[in-house]
């Protein structure tokens, strides 16, 4: 179990190291964000006010969006340097490739969400500061979840046809429990009445939503990526 | 042996969320006040057809609809199904007779 | 084979005299007091709604069987049951607005089981893009996409206890009055008996289409 976690992360920091160098996900994949929650403020705020609720929706959908994107990303990069065959054959566990890559990709989607949060909250006027270690969690446990599904599927696809269309029609119905989850606590907590204990509910929901889906990922990503 | 080691901290792991998740769940649920119900959300209550009132929205034609709906649908694909499988046959049939001839 | 070519008709024709013959038993049923006549469409919107669940799970376990052992038919019977899963989801997903329209006065609700039998049934359309345009190797992918969709199955029903939502609650059908729970269960049978039917001619459609790739290149040689 060591060993998977140690070679996990040697497969963190090598994407690391990659982005460091050239920024390139990290600086498009924000931008991205950032222009997301433009967009959707010319459909949500009205007569200069945001509509109730609708910094949530859009915090989240933003994730999906950008994570999607990041996803598609990093394997394409993987796929153009034929990388992913190197990680394949090297003497690493498959659940090692899977986690390191889901390492990496959570890391540049906190680093992104650590932006995002506070610019929704000042664009949207929300109370970011009300219960901010459970909207952490929420945040936390929900990327964990989006980003377990899409690390799967994304390696997945790679070598399919029509796959920059087909991640998201897979992965998006499939993370569905993960964005209502996220949306409906991140509600709670930001709505007029804040509702701490449903937001808790919702929390464990998402816990609950990453602990199998993290074990069903992984038991497939072997069988998956042997071909 | 270190395969079986890990896949009983992976199942640890797994019951630990697991229990995480709904020791926290189970509390704040019983809490968690219901709304009042409407358009009988519980049970079916049966009534006999003198007692019914006045209906605004008339909803024959959205029963009808609905019946339709099912029929159509079973009939359409049960047609796509009997049409493809019936195509496929026949090439079957026909590659098959092909085989044949080359064989003799 | 020899066993589902009698199978099938006898199941068919079962299935289509328990439909002709449904709304005769429907009506038996008295009526519900909220909801009146368009409560009726509840006999076969229910049943189509379990049957798409039904098949999900099939789907799903043979989805999972074929990721472990990689067996043909395991795939086949995925991609029947995924099929299957989208029509009964458009029956499903029609008939429910229908009802809706009359019981709630709107054709649509965000409310949780609704919408999540909405995802599960693009989950399913996803399955079925995947395989259509995944290019090769897709049956491994979309046995992937299968087993994750059953696996969502639990958060589906179970969300409608916890989310506010308008949609009768899983306690309605347990405690429904015995002449409704007739109807219903006699119309629930029938939806089965013509899914089983359905299920097998569509695998063997699967099974004739490899035959024939098979018999192509046995051509070329």
């Keep these: 179990m060591i060993r998977v976690l140690a070679d996990a992360w040697l497969i963190a920091r090598k994407d690391l190291r990659v982005e460091s160098r050239s920024r390139e996900l990290a600086?498009?994949?924000?931008?991205?964000?950032?222009?997301?929650?433009?967009?959707?403020?010319?459909?949500f705020v009205q007569e200069g006010r945001a509509v109730e609720n609708a910094a949530a929706g859009i915090l989240w959908i933003t994730i999906a969006f950008s994570g999607t994107l990041a996803l598609g990303r990093t394997f394409e990069r993987e796929r153009q340097g034929e990388t992913l065959r190197a990680l394949l054959l090297a003497p690493v566990e498959r659940a090692s490739v899977y986690l390191g890559k889901l390492a990496g990709l959570l890391l540049l989607l906190g680093a992104i969400e650590i932006v995002l949060l506070p610019m929704v909250a000042l664009l949207f006027d929300a109370p970011i500061s009300r219960a901010p270690w459970l909207l952490a969690a929420l945040l936390a446990f929900g990327t964990l979840g989006f980003a377990a599904v899409g690390t799967l599927f994304a390696a997945m696809l790679v070598r399919a046809q029509?796959?920059?269309?087909?991640?998201?029609?897979?992965l998006y119905p499939i993370t569905v429990p993960v964005i209502i989850g996220g949306v409906q606590g991140t509600a709670a907590i930001f709505g007029t009445e804040p509702n701490l204990p449903v937001a808790e509910a919702w929390l464990s929901m998402l816990i609950f939503f990453d602990a199998v889906f993290v074990t069903l990922a992984l038991w497939t990503f072997a069988p998956v990526m042997t071909d | 042996m270190i395969r079986a080691l890990r896949s009983h901290a992976r199942a640890a792991l797994v019951a630990i969320l697991l229990s995480v998740g709904v020791g926290t769940a189970v509390p704040v649920m019983a809490q968690q006040t219901l709304p009042s119900t409407t358009a009988a959300q519980d049970g079916f209550v049966p009534v006999s057809p003198e007692d019914m009132g006045q209906e605004h929205l008339p909803a024959t034609p959205l029963v009808f609809a609905a019946y339709a709906t099912v029929w159509v649908a079973l009939l359409l694909y049960v047609l796509t199904l009997w049409r493809r499988l019936g195509r496929v046959e026949r090439e079957l049939a026909d590659v098959s007779a092909k085989l044949e001839a080359r064989r003799r | 084979m020899r066993l589902t070519d009698r199978l099938v008709p006898l199941l068919l024709l079962i299935a289509a005299v328990m439909f002709a013959a449904a709304p005769y038993v429907i009506d038996t049923a008295p009526y519900e007091s909220t909801m009146g006549l368009v409560q009726r469409i509840f006999y076969f919107h229910f049943p189509s709604a379990m049957t798409m669940m039904l098949t999900a799970i099939v789907c799903g376990i043979a989805s999972a069987l074929y990721l472990a052992?990689?067996?043909?038919?395991?795939?086949?019977?995925?991609?029947?049951?995924?099929?299957?899963?989208?029509?009964?989801?458009?029956?499903?997903?029609?008939?429910?607005?229908?009802?809706a329209r009359k019981a709630w006065g709107v054709w649509w609700v965000w409310d949780a089981r609704i919408t999540s039998t909405f995802v599960m049934w693009m989950v399913f359309n996803a399955y079925l893009l995947l395989r259509r345009f995944g290019g090769p190797g897709s049956e491994v992918l979309s046995a992937a996409v299968?087993?994750?969709?059953?696996?969502?199955?639990?958060?589906?029903?179970?969300?409608?206890?916890?989310?506010?939502?308008?949609?009768?609650?899983?306690?309605?059908?347990?405690?429904?009055?015995?002449?409704?729970?007739?109807p219903l269960y006699f119309c629930w049978a029938a939806f089965t008996i013509l899914y089983v039917a359905l299920l097998i001619v569509r695998v063997r459609l699967e099974a004739s289409r490899s035959a024939l790739e098979e018999a192509y290149l046995a051509l070329e040689d």
């Design chain 1, 27 to 43: 600086a498009t994949t924000l931008f991205f964000a950032v222009a997301c929650v433009l967009v959707f403020s010319f459909a």
């Design chain 1, 162 to 170: 029509s796959r920059d269309v087909l991640l998201p029609v897979v």
């Design chain 3, 146 to 182: 299968g087993f994750f969709g059953m696996m969502l199955v639990p958060f589906v029903y179970w969300s409608v206890n916890f989310w506010r939502t308008l949609h009768p609650k899983t306690s309605v059908v347990p405690t429904l009055p015995v002449d409704m729970g007739i």
């Design chain 3, 69 to 99: 052992r990689r067996k043909p038919i395991d795939d086949r019977v995925a991609v029947a049951a995924a099929e299957l899963a989208v029509v009964f989801g458009v029956i499903v997903l029609i008939t429910g607005p229908l009802w």
